[in-house]
């Protein structure tokens, strides 16, 4: 097992200008393996996407330094990056005419020659790429016709397209519904183990993260990050001290939110 | 598809053609082919006609026609939005500046000398525009090298036009009446301005900045998902954007020079082209609103000639007609796809 992406001491937050800057998340270091799945875990709005997208240098790095492969963000060039990581957004792609082949082909663009032309060896992934998530029937089919959850998995086969060791996925499951959220928490947890991919996950949904998560990165407001196996996390009592709330208390025990019964009576 | 090229290529040939037969002064079909083909069999007024009239206003409208076609399309995908066009810039607006200050301005600068009409046909009028759009598309890139977001560089250009346009109005405003409907003519654009060495320059030109476009088409299809996923899939967007709307700014800056501003056209054909095709694809996209773009200048100008008078229709009038019926429908369709 190597370390894939290697996050030394950042600090992640909105940038207006130099002397305006809100810090939400200060000094945080962690790291990626192979075959290893991560989410990261916590409310909306407390910076997950902000972070992912820092250590994407979609947002500017201003402490701190993030190494893929032990070479660091500000020394990889958007193209050199694109052969390290691909991602799933949140972005909504509302283009009328791209079909689902074609959404799965831009991932092979990081490989594509000038013209943009493919070669047989990118139709083959492309292919392999629709067949592993199971979307191989979806490919001629206009994008925007496409179900929340097919468009997740189109949107998948296109990240396994573009043949990176890590994959970086932004609140994947947020408009499926809960079977097709443990489908797609099932097939992300076998392309980790099979595919040997480093996989990193935002989701505010804590079920499937404690369920099939290897590590968890726990964000709150306010909170210094922390890091641990949902094990670890739980006994600890890190999960208690994040989520609960004055009206609901996470059990252990069965790992469910309950209402808080009061100690006094 | 392949199929469909040859078809818009023989429809652009049969316009081309049909250009140069048809007008106020009635001449046999045939000859047009002997009088292109150089033999002197023909009468010299059919030769001077076609050659010196027809030939360098059909060149005209075929060369804009493309380029705006083309820009129209570079900037609906960069900007993301359906309703983007050469107009949105605020460039065509900065070329109707230099222009206005030409003409408008022209009986004090003392440059009046050859009457309004002639005015017009001056390579000065030409100079202008051309000098006033660039100027327009040095203001939206200083402004785009300090503003990532192409959102805000869009609402820049938009500003930017209203700004010129009441600069423009307060020229008029102090213009005489002559130099002011030589301005308004020019305002309703024109095929027919450019002598045959200009028609020939703006088409060699044209061909050139219109084939860079073919540069683009990977960056250009990885932005149909949005800036991120391109950045994420190694597209520098930041750059492509700046490059592409540098580009576009110079087909809109020779095409509103060389014929004034021409509505609907860069807004309306990549819509017809998607539609047709059903494919946002830059690769197939790119040559088909070149020829899409120069049919449909070639069609609006037959149409501006149909009353049979000595002068023909004004210009942006006709492709209004034709083009805002074509948005219209493109929308009503887009809705009915949603719906459905």
């Known amino acids: 097992m190597s370390t894939l992406l290697h996050i030394d001491s950042i600090s992640t937050g909105y940038h207006w200008n130099t002397r305006n800057e809100v810090i939400l ?56 990056l694109a052969k390290k990581v691909a991602v799933v957004l949140t972005d909504r792609i509302d283009d009328n005419f791209l079909s689902a082949y074609e959404v799965v082909s831009s991932g092979r663009y990081p490989y594509a020659s000038f013209t943009g032309r ?36 189109v949107l998948l086969a296109r990240a396994l397209a573009q043949d990176t060791d890590l994959i970086f996925l932004d609140e994947p499951a947020a408009f499926i519904d809960s079977p097709g959220k443990v489908e797609l928490m099932e097939l992300l947890r076998s392309l980790c183990q099979q595919n040997d991919k480093g996989i990193l996950i935002t989701t505010h949904d804590m079920e499937p993260a404690l369920r099939f998560a290897d590590k968890l990165w726990l964000f709150a407001d306010q909170r210094h990050f922390q890091e641990g196996s949902p094990e670890q996390l739980i006994r600890g009592g890190s999960i208690n001290s994040f989520f609960d709330t004055e009206e609901v208390v996470f059990n252990p025990e069965n790992r469910r939110f309950e209402k808080r019964i009061d100690q006094n009576s | ?37 150089g033999k002197t069999s023909v009468t010299d007024i059919s030769r001077v006609i ?39 810039l605020g460039i065509s607006s900065g070329a109707s500046l230099g222009v206005a200050i030409v003409i408008l301005l022209g009986t004090s600068l003392q440059f009046d000398w050859l009457g309004s009409t002639h005015i017009l046909s001056e390579l000065g009028v030409v100079f202008a525009a051309f000098s006033g759009a660039l100027l327009v598309l040095g203001i939206i890139l200083f402004a785009s090298g300090r503003i990532a977001n192409v959102v805000s560089i869009l609402i820049i250009g938009i500003m930017i036009g209203y700004t010129v346009s009441a600069i423009v109005g307060f020229l008029q405003f102090m213009s005489h009446a002559e130099e002011l409907h030589a301005y308004v003519l020019w305002g309703l654009g024109s095929f027919s301005n450019s002598s045959s060495e200009q028609s020939v320059f703006l088409l060699i030109s044209m061909l050139i900045v219109v084939g860079i476009g073919f540069v683009f088409i990977k960056p250009l299809n990885a932005l149909l998902m949005g800036e991120s996923y391109a950045r994420s899939v190694g597209v520098n967007t930041t750059r492509v954007q700046r490059a592409v709307i540098i580009l576009s700014g110079l087909i809109i800056a ?5 014929t004034g501003p021409i509505a609907f056209i860069g807004l309306a054909v990549p819509h017809l082209a998607r539609n047709l095709f059903r494919s946002s694809n830059h690769g197939l996209l790119i040559p088909s609103v070149l020829l899409m773009g120069s049919i449909l200048t070639l069609l609006c100008n037959l149409i501006a000639k149909l009353p049979g008078y000595d002068t023909s229709l004004p210009i942006n009038a006709v492709t209004s007609l034709i083009g805002a019926p074509i948005v219209i429908w493109v929308i009503v369709k887009r809705g009915r796809l949603k719906k459905g």
Not at chain 1, 41 to 64: D, Q
Not at chain 1, 127 to 152: H, N, T
Not at chain 2, 11 to 35: E, H, R
Not at chain 2, 54 to 72: C, D, F, N
């Open chain 1, 25 to 80: 998340h200060d000094n945080i270091s962690a790291q990626v393996s192979n075959g290893e799945m991560v989410c990261m875990l916590g409310p909306n709005g407390a910076g997950k996407s902000t972070f992912m997208r820092t250590i994407l240098g979609f947002e500017p790095l201003h402490r701190g330094q993030v190494y893929f492969d032990k070479k660091s963000l500000t020394d990889l060039s958007v193209h050199a």
């Open chain 2, 254 to 258: 020779l095409a509103t020079a060389f």
């Open chain 2, 1 to 37: 598809m392949v199929l469909w090229f040859i078809g818009l290529s023989l429809m652009l040939a049969v316009l081309f053609y049909a250009n140069l037969w048809y007008g106020s002064v009635l001449i046999q079909w045939t000859d047009i082919f002997s009088v292109l083909m």
């Open chain 1, 118 to 153: 493919l070669k047989e060896t990118d139709h083959q992934h492309i292919v392999e790429a629709l067949a592993l998530v199971g979307a191989s029937a979806l490919s001629s089919r206009f994008f925007r016709e496409l179900s929340d959850g097919e468009k997740q998995r």
């Open chain 2, 50 to 88: 076609v050659l010196e009239y027809r030939l360098p206003q059909a060149i005209t409208a075929l060369s804009v026609g493309m380029g705006l076609g083309v820009a129209g399309l570079l900037l609906q995908t960069i900007f993301r939005n359906p309703l983007a066009g050469p107009s949105v």
